[in-house]
Structures are given as structure tokens and as C-alpha cells.
């Protein structure tokens, strides 16, 4: 047969071409991952589109497109992306939980809640607890979303112009006669979203706003830079808080990009010194260096600082702290402020008004996008947290309010219309001269809700049997006195008995025979929002189930979670928690001694392993006494790798599964 040598050759060029290609859009894909795992999702999107022009997996190379507009703020241009992924049946479990916020940021809020119903119905069971709590959470706030969006107000808003850019401007503040802003003008780049790196700039507050008066050459003054000495130009700096002398001031600065996640994020104080000149910054110990920490706050008397964490213990995601300051200027340890304005979403920007009033954003509360503006009051011991309605929330990102005067002040938000990304907003309550304003809803008669607890008693067993006769005591954690004490009946259920919002319990559970039990209940965080209520009252109850283990000499039970450093045996702060619980059963059995033991795996020699599980179990039965336990009723011991449960472990899981610490009741 006769071939035809140039349409040979053309076609080889071809199929050299197309395999040229494929190898181009490959290498793009994994060089966009790889910035994608460094948190540079900027240029992880660049290699990304440059893979659509080859045959890479559409679903995870639109999944993690998705993700890395997502993570870098940007969620309504993640939404196409999700979608693309989903139709080709990604195996990612979050994918539909980030999509439907992603649709929540464009306003479509249908498309949000169906998602999130598909999301909860095929969870896997190790999803987070955290995070299935904030997507049924959120299913709600969807199903209730036109009763949120009533909530309207005779406010106008105004974008600052003078202030405003195509990057992003937020966190304002106001100092004397200046705003104070946070704004990407740097000349270094951010690798995760594209834009230059954050700084502190100020402007005069008369030149803020519309109608600003121009200098001598008939401009209007730009921004200029707050401070040189609190500029570094490869990190982030911004939100910035002023003491109430104005003399002080806390900031947060990272983001340097050497660690992923923004984790390298901590507070900052510097303070102002001879000739106006504010000091180089130093770093406060209440910063966790393992976590993202700030926009923080002062109270109005100075003596308190708020700020932002997503440190370890918290309610999940970023939660608010709060740090007091003694009169030399020392802050004490910071404490969560609890369940009721923490969620399992993200709560930031906390801002305290003159009537002591906390104002803070949050995309945990039921709000109408993904950062809403909440306002916290606390009256009676109970705190109530209220969504500011429209026009101050919107489907965008809305947050930073401050007042500077009780009907008046700014915000931050990315809704339609401003210059680009985040922009600062004047907001004024009442109508402003041929403004269209927006009428707002007389407010109802307030609703009520009675609460109650209720629960089961059973043994710990397979199958779970319901135990009666055992002996339930509900005590108030505030008082020590018990509300209700009860004995189970034949199904092993007690209740329902009324608590009350804002309120922590204790339900202690005994029956003989059986080790006691108690378990802790708290009603921080478990009040219905008023916009769920469609009632005048409305009862509802949590119910607790207590499992009891049998009392048995030489049973054994494992306790979880226990972990030490490398090679070392002192009680970490996340032991210390789960020792807490052991602790807790010595206290309500108080006849029990046991043998405290520590197990190790096979890596490292066996005198080696021998010693390092016998100081362990000593560090556990020293931190345990010092809880006031009385020493003669533990005994450590150490049994280094001679009782494997895993015998040849090969993965990390099964070693972790033989390095494990243990209880054995040696006395009842």
C-alpha cells in the first residue's frame, strides 16, 4: 500500500502536538496543586486554567478551582467551578457545603438550601460534629430566610469614596479626627488572593466622606501611610484597636505565607511616644502561635480586649475571646466568650459601642449572606444575639460596624456596587435628603420559650439495654444545688424538668453495681432565635443519655486522646482535658482504686519504651493527685510494648491504637 509520507508526517505532528498538550495541562495541574498545598491560591488558579486546555480530571480540577477562590475569599466565582465538580461526581465530602455558602454569597438562597439537605442526608459518619451542626443550623436560617430579610431599617449607607479602591478597605476606626483603616496598597503581593499586602493607613474624617474639602491645590488629599514604624512590607497588618488614651494600640500582623492556613497571624501591640511617634510593635503573649488571632477591640473603659481565635477549644471555627488588662498593663489569660455568641461557624470584628452594646459579624448566626452584622445584649444572665436586618447585612460579606455617634458610623462590606473587593460604608439611621429609603417592619409581640431536659439511663453494653431503679440528680452548676433528683422507671427514662437559658448542668447518674456517671449540659448556645419562633410560647426539650459501665474488678477501660510529645511524658494542656474525666470518676465513685497504665509501640528499643510508659503513667497519676485525689488510690505502671493490641502495626493508626494509657479497677 502506498502512503501518502506528508499526510503521515502531519499526522505524527499531531499526535506529538496533542500528547504535548496533555503533558502541558498535567504538569499545570500539579504545579497549581502544589500552590494550592502552600496556601498561594492566587497562583494555584493561573496553573489551573492553564490545565482546563488538557484532559485533567474536570472533577478535581474544578473542585480544587472552587476551593481556591474560596479560600481566598472570593466565593461567588467559586460557584460555577462546584458545579462543574459535582456534575462530574467528585468524591469530595465537602464540596456541596461549600457550594451552598458559595450560592448563599450570590443570593440564591434555594439552590444553598437544597444543597445543604443533600449535604446532611450523605454525610459519612466521621464528619465533624462541628461542622454537620453548622449545616443544620444553616438549613434552618434558609427555611427562614424571608422572615430575616423583613428585617428592615431606616438606615442609608454611603460608599467612602475618598477611602475606597479597586483592592480592599475595611476594618475602619476612628482616633480624634482620623479614620484609620486597613488597606491592600503594598507593593509586595499576597500569593493567596492576588492582591498587594495589607497596611494601616489614615485619613481625616472630614475627608472621608462625599463633599470633602479640598486642599490648597484644589484636590482632595489621599490616604497616606499610619505609621513607618508599624509597616512591614511582606506581611499583612490591619484591624487595629486604640486603648481609651489613644496611646495604645493593638493590631494583628502575618500571613508571611510560610506556614498554610494563615496560622502565623498573631496581635500586636505598639504604643505612641515622644514626638507623636508610635513604637516598633511587640508581639502579646496572648497570642497563640498555633492559631489565626485578630480584630480586636477595646471595651469603652479600656480594661477589656476582644479579639478572634480559631485556638484549639473552641465552639469551631473562629470564635471571640475576651482578655482583661490590670493597671500595670499585664493581660490575663483569655476566655471564650461562650456558646451563645460562638458557633460552629466563624464570629469576628468585635466592636463594644458606648452603650456597652457587643457588635460583632458572624456567618454562624442566621443571617441573609456569609458574614452578617449581630448585635449581643445580655440582660438576667442571658445573652441574646439579634441580626441588624437590612440594609446593613446583605447576601456579601458585611462587618467592622463601629458607631461614631449614636445614629451613625461605618462598616465594611463586598456587596454590588462598590469600587472593588472590600469597601468602607457610611451608614446613617433615619432617611438622608433624596435618598430612597426602606420602611421598616413595626416589631411583634416578643415570643417565649420553655425549655426542658430530659434523658435515658443505660448500660454500656452491646446491645445498649435501658436501665431502671438508677438514681438521677440534675444540679445547677451555679448554685451546687440539684433541681430535680429521680428514679429511672422501666424504660430507663427520667424528665422532662425546666432549665434555663444561658445556664450549665450537671446530670449525675448512679445505680449499684455500675461505676457513676455524670455528664455536663449547657444551655449557652442552645436558645431558638426569635425568627424561628412562629408561636406566642413554644416548649421544647434537649434530652441527655448517660451509658454506665459495670463495676467489674480487672476491667479495663481505655482512655482516649491522651497524647504526648515525642519522646517526652509531660501532661499536654489536650491530655490534661481527657485526665479531667478520670478525675471526675474518681470524685463520684469514691471507693474505686485502679491501676493507672501507659502503653507505647515498638519503635525504639524495649528498656527505652519500658522507662518512657512508666514516666507517663507517673505524670498522669501526679496531675490526677493534684486535682485532689489521695495518691493510694493509684498505682502507675508502665508496660512499655509487651501488650500490643496491635501486634506487626504498620500504619500510623495502629501504632497510635498500641500507644495508649489505660485504667484497671483493682478495688471497688
Excluded at 497549581?32 to 488558579?45: I, K, T, W
Excluded at 437590612?390 to 458610623?409: H, R, V
Aim: contains cysteine; aromatic residues 8%.
Amino acid at each position: 500500500m502506498k502512503i501518502n509520507t506528508s499526510s503521515a508526517l502531519l499526522a505524527a505532528l499531531g499526535l506529538a502536538l496533542s500528547l504535548g498538550g496533555c503533558n502541558s495541562a498535567m504538569m499545570a495541574y500539579k504545579k497549581g496543586v502544589r500552590h494550592y498545598d502552600a496556601g498561594e491560591y492566587n497562583l494555584a488558579l493561573t496553573q489551573f486554567q492553564k490545565a482546563t486546555k488538557g484532559s485533567v480530571d474536570p472533577a478535581r480540577l474544578n473542585y480544587y478551582t472552587a476551593e481556591s477562590y474560596r479560600l481566598s475569599n472570593r466565593f461567588g466565582e467559586a460557584v460555577p467551578f462546584y458545579q462543574k465538580a459535582l456534575e462530574a461526581n467528585t468524591a469530595e465530602p465537602d464540596a456541596r457545603f461549600n457550594y451552598a455558602y458559595a450560592l448563599k454569597s450570590q443570593g440564591n438562597y434555594a439552590g444553598a438550601l437544597e444543597q445543604l439537605q443533600q449535604y446532611v442526608a450523605s454525610a459519612p459518619r466521621t464528619t465533624a460534629k462541628p461542622v454537620l451542626d453548622k449545616a443544620k443550623r444553616e438549613i434552618e436560617t434558609l427555611k427562614a430566610i424571608n422572615i430575616i430579610a423583613a428585617n428592615k431599617s431606616l438606615i442609608t449607607l454611603q460608599n467612602v469614596g475618598a477611602v475606597n479602591s479597586p483592592g480592599s478597605e475595611f476594618g475602619p476606626v476612628v482616633r480624634g479626627e482620623e479614620l484609620i483603616f486597613t488597606a491592600s496598597r503594598k507593593e509586595q503581593v499576597y500569593k493567596n488572593n492576588g492582591l498587594p499586602m495589607l497596611g494601616l493607613y489614615k485619613t481625616k474624617l472630614s475627608n472621608a466622606l462625599s463633599g470633602q474639602k479640598p486642599d490648597e491645590t484644589g484636590t482632595v488629599p489621599a490616604p497616606e501611610l499610619f505609621s513607618q514604624n508599624v509597616f512591614q512590607d511582606n506581611v499583612n497588618e490591619g484591624t487595629p484597636a486604640f486603648s481609651k488614651d489613644g496611646k495604645a494600640m493593638v493590631f494583628a500582623r502575618g500571613n508571611t505565607g510560610k506556614r498554610k492556613g494563615g496560622l502565623d497571624v498573631d496581635l500586636y501591640i505598639s504604643r505612641l511616644g515622644e514626638g507623636n511617634v508610635w513604637s516598633q510593635p511587640q508581639r502579646l503573649p496572648i497570642s497563640d502561635s498555633l492559631a489565626w488571632d485578630g480584630s480586636p477591640a477595646f471595651s469603652g473603659d479600656g480594661r477589656t480586649l476582644y479579639f478572634a481565635s480559631n485556638r484549639a477549644g473552641g465552639a469551631g471555627g473562629i470564635d471571640l475571646y475576651r482578655t482583661s488588662i490590670d493597671a500595670s498593663g499585664r493581660f490575663s489569660r483569655p476566655v471564650n466568650m461562650g456558646r451563645d455568641i460562638n458557633t460552629p461557624g466563624d464570629e469576628m470584628f468585635p466592636y463594644v459601642a458606648p452603650d456597652a452594646k457587643l457588635y460583632f459579624a458572624s456567618d454562624g448566626h442566621p443571617g441573609l449572606g456569609k458574614l452578617d452584622v449581630f448585635v449581643a445584649t445580655r440582660s438576667g444572665g442571658v445573652t441574646r444575639v439579634a441580626n441588624m436586618g437590612q440594609p446593613i447585612n446583605s447576601p456579601a460579606d458585611d462587618f467592622g460596624l463601629i458607631y461614631t455617634k449614636p445614629t451613625e458610623g461605618y462598616l465594611t462590606s463586598n456587596r454590588g456596587g462598590g469600587k472593588g473587593d472590600d469597601d468602607i460604608y457610611f451608614f446613617q439611621e433615619g432617611p438622608a435628603p433624596d435618598t430612597t429609603t426602606i420602611a421598616q417592619n413595626p416589631p411583634g409581640a416578643p415570643k417565649t420559650v420553655r425549655y426542658f431536659l430530659a434523658g435515658t439511663v443505660s448500660a454500656n453494653e452491646t446491645p445498649i439495654a435501658p436501665l431502671d431503679s438508677a438514681r438521677v440528680r440534675i444540679i445547677d452548676d451555679a448554685t451546687g444545688q440539684p433541681i430535680a433528683e429521680v428514679t429511672t422507671g422501666q424504660p430507663g427514662t427520667f424528665g422532662k424538668y425546666p432549665v434555663q437559658e444561658g445556664k450549665d448542668y450537671t446530670v449525675l447518674a448512679e445505680r449499684k453495681g455500675y461505676l457513676t456517671r455524670r455528664e455536663s449540659f449547657s444551655m449557652q448556645g442552645r436558645s431558638i432565635p426569635q425568627i424561628f419562633l412562629t408561636k406566642p410560647q413554644t416548649d421544647t426539650t434537649f434530652n441527655v443519655a448517660l451509658l454506665l459501665d459495670r463495676a467489674t474488678l480487672n476491667r479495663t477501660f481505655v482512655l482516649e486522646n491522651i497524647y504526648y510529645d515525642l519522646d517526652k511524658y509531660n501532661i499536654r494542656p489536650d491530655a490534661a482535658a481527657e485526665l479531667d474525666k478520670l478525675v471526675a470518676i474518681l470524685q463520684d465513685n469514691p471507693t474505686l482504686k485502679i491501676e493507672l497504665s501507659s502503653h507505647t509501640d515498638v519503635r525504639a528499643p524495649d528498656a527505652y519504651n519500658l522507662r518512657l510508659s512508666q514516666n507517663r503513667a507517673k505524670s498522669a497519676v501526679e496531675y490526677i493527685v493534684s486535682k485532689g485525689i489521695d495518691a493510694s488510690r493509684m498505682t502507675a505502671k508502665g508496660y512499655g510494648e509487651t501488650q500490643l493490641v496491635v501486634k506487626n502495626a504498620k500504619t500510623e493508626e495502629e501504632h497510635q491504637r498500641n500507644r495508649r494509657t489505660e485504667f484497671k479497677i483493682l478495688e471497688l
